[in-house]
Structures are given as C-alpha cells and as structure tokens.
C-alpha cells in the first residue's frame, strides 16, 4: 500500500477484508502514518525499494499523491506488480502515455480508481441501460458539485478544476454513453472566489460533449454547493429516463409549518462512495485471483485525462474542439 | 380573439372568467371554428377589419398562427389596441423588430405569450429565489422536452427547435438569472429521425448561456421524451438550490414486487401550463385595467427571438458565439 | 341553491359552469350573502318555501348549516326535486333515517357530498384497486388530520371529532373496501386542549374497523396537525400497496445546508378539494340530465354516520362494539 | 457466540470488528456450523458448560433458537458473564421474569437484541424528537411487514404474530413514545392463509396502545408484502410530524411510459438492519468496556413481552384490554 493518508486507509481496510489479500507492506513518507496503518493490519513499514523487491508482493495499491502515480506505476510495472492506481494516472498527457507504454510492455494487470463506476446506483443505471430499458441513450447530464473548495494550495497543484473533479465525469460520460467524444466544449466562472480566480482555476463550470452517434452529454460542476455533496446523473433514451440520485445517510422525513424536509445528501465522498470504494478493491483482487479483467483501465484513465486537458483548452480558449481526429 | 384553435379555446376561456374582460369579437380563417367559439362565449364572429375598426374593442388576443402575428401586432398598435399575442413575435427577427417599433410609436400596452413565467411552481421559485433564499444565481440548469415530435410539415414551418421549442427556455434563462447572454453555444442531433434530420432540424439539442456575471445556464431538450412531457429546472446559488419539477396527474403511489411507482408527469403544455395560460390572462386584463406595467413584453419576445437565433447559428456553424456585442 | 356560506358559493360556481344546470334561487338565512351569491350567478333571493313551490326548479343544492339538512330534504324530496346534500344528513340517526324513508316514499334522486370520492388522486386509487392491480385489500390506513381545532362553540354543536371529521374516513372506508364493518373500536384523547376535552370532544383519535372478510381498516385523526392539511390513505392487497399522497401548492424542492425541503399540503379541504367539488357537482347534474344513478346516495349518508355513532360510543364505554348483528 | 446461524454469523462479524472484543468460542448444536463460523474468526468450538467455565470469557452473545435463551440467560449469569441476547427472551412471560431475577440477582450486565432501536433512521428520528422538533408526540403509526410469511412450523413454533413479528415494535412503541401502555387492543385475520388460520395464527394484525398521557399509537402489520420488507413508523407532535422511512438498495429513478419508479425497499430483515447489526454489538462492547449502561435492557425486554401477550389475549377475546393495573 503506498500512502497511508483518508484513502490509503479506506483501501487498506477494504483489502483486508478481501479473502485473498493480505496487506504487507505501507509504504508513506510520513513514519507516523505509516507505521498505524502497518499496525492496524498486522502489516510492517517499508520503502518503495523494499516493497517492490519482495517476490511474495503480487500486486500494490497506489494511493499517495498525485505527483507520485507515475513514477510508482513505472517501477511497479517493471518489477512486475500488478497494480491499483487511484486516478489521476499524472497530470501531464505524456508522461501517462508512458505510463500505459510500459503497462503494455510489462503486461501487468492495471486498474485507476474510478471508484464511481462501482457505486451501487450508477452500476444498477448502467446495468438497466445495457440491458435496453431505456433503447439508445441520446442525452446524459451530469451534476457533480463538492461541498465547499479545497484550500489554495491544493487547487493551485490540483490541475485545475477539469483534471481534479471532473475527470471523474469525463469517466461516468464515457462508460454511461459507452463512445468516445467528437466534440468538447467548457466554460467557466469563478464567482465570489476571486483568490481561485487568480490562481487560474474555476469554481463552477459547463461542459458539452458529443459522441460520433450524435448522443449529447451536460456535464456542471460547482466546487460548492451549500447543501453537500451532490452526484447525480440521467440518461434520456429513446424509450425512457433513468437518472441516478444522491444516498441520504437518514430516511427520515419531517413535516413542519413551513415544509416537508428530508437529509441533505451524503456529505462528501468518503461517505458518498463508502460502498463503491469497496467495491472496486473487490474487482481488483477478484480479478487478479481469478485472471479476468480490470476495468476501469489506463486507457479508460488516459481518456479521461485527455477530455480534462481538452475541457481545459476549450474553456481557456473560449471555442468547442473538436476531438474527433 | 385572433384565432379559434386550441390555444385560442383556452385563451378565451380564461378571458371569459376575467371580472373586467368581455370576449366581444372571434376572427379565425375557418369560419366553424370563429362560430362555435363565439357561440359559446356569447362572441360575434367578424374580420380584423370589422373587429379593430370597433372604438369599444381594447384589447385583443392573438393566438392564430404564427405567421399572422407580426401583420396582426402591427395592424391592431395602429388602431390603438392593447395586445396580448402568442410567442413568437415572429420567426424573423427583422419583422418582430419593426412589431416593436410599432408599438413603441403608438405606446399601445403589449404583452407576450411567454406563459412558463407564470406557472405557479416556476414563478414560487422566481419569488424564492429573489427573496435571496439561495444567494446570488450561479448555474441555471433547464430540462425542457416534448413528449413526441410535432408533424413533418409542422417542423418545416416552425423555424427549428431553437426557435420552435427553445425560444421558452430562452427567456426562463432571461427571466430567472435577470441577465443577458454573451456567449451562446449549441449543439444537437436527430437521432433515429432522418426526416426530421433532412429537414434540416434537431430532436436533441444542447445549450450552453454564460450571462456577464459568470452565471452559467445549460439548457438541454428533447422532441421525443417517451414518458411524457417533461418540464424542470434548477437554479444553484451561492448558498443553495432551488428546483422546479413536473406536476402529476395524481399523488398515487403503487408498490409492487417490481418498483414504486408514481404518475408520469402531465401529459402535455395544455395540462401542465393549464393554471399558467389562466394566470397570465389575468395578468394582462388586470395590468390593463390598472394601467400596471405588463411582462413579458415585446422587448422580451425580440430578445429570447435573438438567443433563439443565435443558438441556431452556433449549432450551424459548430462553434460558440460571442453576443455580448 | 341553499347556503350562501363559504361550500355555498363554491358549489354555486361549479353549478354555473355545468352546461345542464341553472342557478335560479338562492335561499339563506343572512340576506347579504344571500344577494352577492345570486348577483354573481344571475340568480333571484328566495325563501324555501319559494323556491320549493317554484315547478321549474328540478333540483336542489343543501350547502346550509347541519341543522337544516334534514328538514330540508324532507321538504324538497316532499316536493318533489333531486337533492344535493352536503354530509352530514343529519347529526340523530332517527332523524337520518326519516330523511331516507322519504326519499324512498317519493322516489325522488338524492346524493350526500362525500366530496372526497371525486378527489382525482383518490378515484384513481380507487380504479386501479378494482381494477385488480394488488388483488384483494386486506388492510387500509387512513390518515386524516385538519390543520386546527375549529372554535369552541363549534365544536360543541359539531356532534364530536367521529360524526364532524371522521364521518368523511368511515365514508372512505366503505368505499374503499366495498364492504360494512362487523367490529368498530375507537379511543382517543385531547392532549393540550382541556377546553375542547371540557366539552367532551377530542383532538386526536384511533379508530380500527373490521369487516365480516377480515379486511382491517385503521384511522387516525387530529385536529390540529401544525403543518397543514393531511389526508393520505394506504391499501395494501395481496400483491401490493396502493397510497394516496396529499398535494403540494407548487412542486419546488429547496435544497440548504439543513435540509432537502418540499411545500407543505394545501392548506385546507377548500384548496385539498377544489377539484373533488367540481367533480361532485359535475356528477349530480351529469346523473340528473342522464338518468343514472347517483353516488354516494342517503345509504351512503347513514351508514357513515351508523359508524360515527358506534365509533363515539365505542370511545366513551372504552370497548369495542360488535356491529354485525 | 450460541448459535452459529444466520444471526450468529452476523453477530460474530460485527463482533470481530469492535477493538475490544475477542471471539473465543462458538457453540452451537450443529457441529459444522460452529465449525466454520469458529474458524472464519479464530474462534474454536466448545459446549456450553466449556465456554461458560473459562473465566476469560467476559460476556455471552445468545443467538441460538428461542427455546434455549432463558436457559442460556440463566446461566451465563450465574457464571458471572455479560449477557447479549436476541429478542425474544422467552416466549413464556414466566421464565422472562426468572430471568430478570437471576439478572437482578447476579449483577450481570444485559442487553436485549431489539436492533430496531439502532436503525439510523430510527435513532435520528428519536433525537429529533427528543429534542423537541416537534413537541410532544400525540400519535405513533408503526408499519411492520414482511414480505413473506414463514414456514408453516415455524409459525407453530413462533409464539404468534404478536410475539414473533410485533414484539419488535412495541419495543418501538415504549422507546419512542417514551411511556407503557394503559390499554391494548388487537384485531387480525388470515385471508387466503387458511393453515396458518387453521394453525392458529394471523398474517394480517392491527394494534391500538393508549399511554397513560392519552399519547395514540397504532400499529398494523402483514406477513405477507408483496413488494418487500416494510419497516416504517411516523409520530405526530404537537408541532409537526417526523416519519422513518424504508431505505432503498440504489437510488436509481426509472421513467418509462407508464410510470415513474424506484427500488422497492431492502429484501428483508438482514439487509434492511445490516447497520442496526452491527451498531447494537458496538453498543453492547462499548458499554462493558466503559463501564456505561446498556440499553435495550431485559425489563424492555419483558416489557415487550407483555404487550405483545396482552396483544394475543384482546384479539383471541375479541375486546379492549385494560393494562394499567
């Protein structure tokens, strides 16, 4: 496991339970982190160096920070790991090219975090849709909102609003509309966040995307929305609509003189994604046990990054791309 | 009462209920449907000429086909007549700029047929939202479809989606944010339509409005949305969301081995909009009788007219476009 | 028309718009609101004894205070007119029961104003339920609440909670279920209102009903629910649950920091029933210009009221009645 | 652990979770089950005389069949361990109360598996109304339905509905409302369960509870929920309404043609309490841990019990039971 931070925990956890894990080694730069998360498993602390050695680790959970993915995936890779990878796979298009360059040459198993294509609500919409409930998906929108900003620091690192948050949704968008886009286009403000403003980023934003098929996707986002954390999703077919809601932690309903009023959604994505980040750690090792496939992917993680990038220039440059050649 | 079909039955329906109005005269092309109309609401039946020369005739309402409403604005300002009349203006924008010089010449009261603005759940969230209930307006998301598409030779005429089905959008995005638009994009497809396709017209389409302020406003619609007519929007503000939703036939709630279920929402603009058509009625008698100021007027008809425009342009041409000039 | 009061007028207008019916008389008590009523609708002030002797009134409308029902519908059956009364026919069921044996003797068509049966959300509950959709009904939950006690002095005159609000679920409940109860048992309380306990009434009560089948039916009622107006009911049959839902004055959803929040009910039976009272009107004169029979009729009447009367002595002698024999 | 069934397993999961607990020993009649389950945990399989006499088991969970929980209760106390036990204590009010003395007498801690009282929603509706939302609670309605009757004998076996299904919530009763119960009455019926009638029994039950305050509760159930586990209460307040509501397994809406549709509610009683589970066994741990005490306790227990016999007796009589003495 390298990191041993909020989601080097929740994946720790998760592949304890996991009947054909077991956590050997934490891997963070912070000794302190490292050694609880070691100890909370019966696992021990080690250096990269140390982990990626040891013949008897057949696979590793990538969740440090960003700036450290592709370095890790590289040298996993060629010590013949397979891997876990929480998405982003980098922050530069190049440098995850040569990350999938050498997955493909190294032939190891690789799967990136999209931890939203294993939430329960999404995976049933998409299991309907398949199963042609709705015929041909024609409209997807997408409403993807955190509870209140990250600090500046962060967001000045962060890539920018389209390869932090919505990287996510170009994800939902190409696994909903199973087909790759032939147009994007994004605007953006930052209204009342004149600091984020300056650093160069956005806090709310519209994307537009068009398959080849001509199936349109609304993406908006909001790095804050008074009321929590809100991730939902529709499609509109041609026999139908199935949209995606948010999970309440209670369901309870209170009647008062002025309204009817239930729980604001889950607050954030630890509590919205709890089942999915389970779940996806499940695939994982259920997939390297039993050698069928990984999905999400590095290309599905390269293709996100890539309509991140694309949405960034879009917005940046005030024009639709197009992105079909 | 310029026109005895659908909307004009309603229309002067309403008129009928209204302490201050008296349904005087009916002018339709089909002389049954002028007769029965009048029949009922104790009306004569008469021509333009006869019911515009009649000094005891205020006001009047058209609701005949489009292409008769800019000849009828123009001719009724002239004879000094109070004027209620169906969006649009007209499908072109220089006719509906000349209607407008007309009446700013002749100072006669009009009033467009904009009707969502006084739907109840729309305009309580209107209220709501200038209350300052949710802060300031940040991302204005619109959901606008159609339960089936309209007759091949009724989308000839129509002037496209942007302009047939849109143009009410338009100005829910002008009336909600309280702003103007200076970038439009649009993008949209015929899917499984080809007639429609080679007529030159959209059964999808998406939009994107940035208003000066940074508000964002995404607007998507559909021809053909097989559970029916569908009808909502959401407004995010700085310190929450408002939505508006569908209204139902009934409140039943069926629980079987399958689902819960609900009514799909009502079935077309005649049901939803019913109370809004009354109300709107109301608004422009009540206006007239006490000399208070009418909205939407025709300033409103020209300026949805123009974004309806625009989006059609953008959506030609596959780019955004600056409008803010 | 008898009544000039607040289900006076509003039966008036719903009489006016039915194209076979014409307001002639009105007849009250207080001779202003007697005028205004007959002004609105083109009609003439009479006493009864006018109206009654009049040959060219067919029928009467008895919207006046409870204790004129039943003399009232012994002279205008005597007379010979059809009858619209509202509930209940009289609050002494020897009385009642004069009033049915003289409807039978003259034969004329009589209808009790059970309005709720023509609730739009309630008759298609209905329709769906003989329809066979979750096959027999085992057991039905009312929930029947007002808004606020009503004043004092008319609560003591109102025959108690069981004959004043309920009549309208024990209505409901043989209408539901098609079927009599063989077992009423009924308690309750009136926490915080010691005047209205003083008068030997109650605020709240539970009544459970049992029909010879062994289908269960429960009420529960208050008085003062202090966010409205709530009327909902539930049948659960043997292959599923059908509920009837309140209706909201608009169908906007706030979203806050503390809470996802929908409008309260309508505010009270005139705006919860506006369509039911149209719809009872549309159905006496529909029945009377057509010769079909008339629901809910006298029977209908008695039979709410026999379950009134048991359900207050069931409460008062703390046990439960058999009502079989 | 006694029992190493279907709750056993839960129970011992959630156990194996709590920092301060160890499974040592599974007992159980079937040698296989306690096999397995001993092994998943680390646990070994022992009899009961083994498990009771190692001092270093500090507490007892019993969730083997009804019959032997007083036995097991009796004995785990007089051996000085904590006791976690499964619903009902006996089926017999008299070894419940020998039970309660020998707890008494030993000083063991106890605690009573009502998991219900653990529910998230459940328990945020009861701190809501314990802090005064909506005033005093004047009305309670518990929905309880399961979406299938049992095997016939086991319903022979079961005590009742009121004992098998109810006793749930008239522990629901006491801790919401806060208060016992001054009158009982029950009603019930078996339609198109002729065995189950025959076997003395009911499938369809409604109960009415009246505290001494003249707080109203009414209770119904099935067992048999066409469309699932039905697990709802609400309770009117003087100053509004809070309601529980069932919890979903997705958050997908459907909109097709005919209707607007959701999940019905979880499948059953595992899945709808899997966090009621796992919290209860917290509480028990947490609360030997801390010394701090456990709740419910065996007198909520007996309680229950009572009410649930009361229950038995007011409908096999056919009248009100009084229970205040």
Sequence with gaps: ????????????????????????????????????????HGARVASAEQALADPA????????????????????????KAIFCEKPVDLDIGRAHACADTIARTGVACMIGFQRRFDPTFRALKQRLDAGEIGAPEVLLITSRDPGPPPLDYIARSGGVFKDMLIHDFDIFRWIL??????????????????????????????????????LCQINT??????????????????????????????????????????????????????????????????????TPLHPNIDDGIKALELAELATRSWREGRALDCSI
Excluded: C
Aim: negative net charge.
């Design 178 to 215: 199973g087909a790759e886009a032939v147009s994007v286009y994004a605007t953006g403000a930052a209204p009342e966040f004149a600091e984020i403003a300056a650093a160069g980023d956005l806090t709310t934003a519209a994307v537009t995307l068009r398959t080849r098929d001509g199936a």
């Design 57 to 80: 680790v057949n696979a590793v959970v990538i969740g440090s920070s960003t700036d450290t993915h592709a370095d890790l995936i590289q040298r996993s890779a060629l010590a013949g």
């Design 222 to 291: 909001s790095r804050r929305a008074a009321y929590g954390y809100d991730q939902r999703f529709e499609v509109l077919g041609s026999r139908g609509l199935l949209q995606a809601g948010n999970q309440r932690p209670t369901e309870v309903v209170a009647w008062s003189a002025q309204a009817i009023s239930q729980d604001t959604p889950e607050a954030f994505f630890l509590e919205r994604y709890r089942a999915a980040y389970a779940l996806e750690i499940e695939h994982f090792f259920d997939g390297l046990s039993q050698g």
């Design 1 to 40: 496991m390298f990191g041993a931070g909020r989601i080097g925990k929740i994946h720790a956890a998760n592949l304890a339970r996991h009947p054909k894990a077991r956590l050997r080694y934490v891997v963070d730069v912070h000794d302190a982190a490292a050694a609880e998360l070691a100890r909370t």
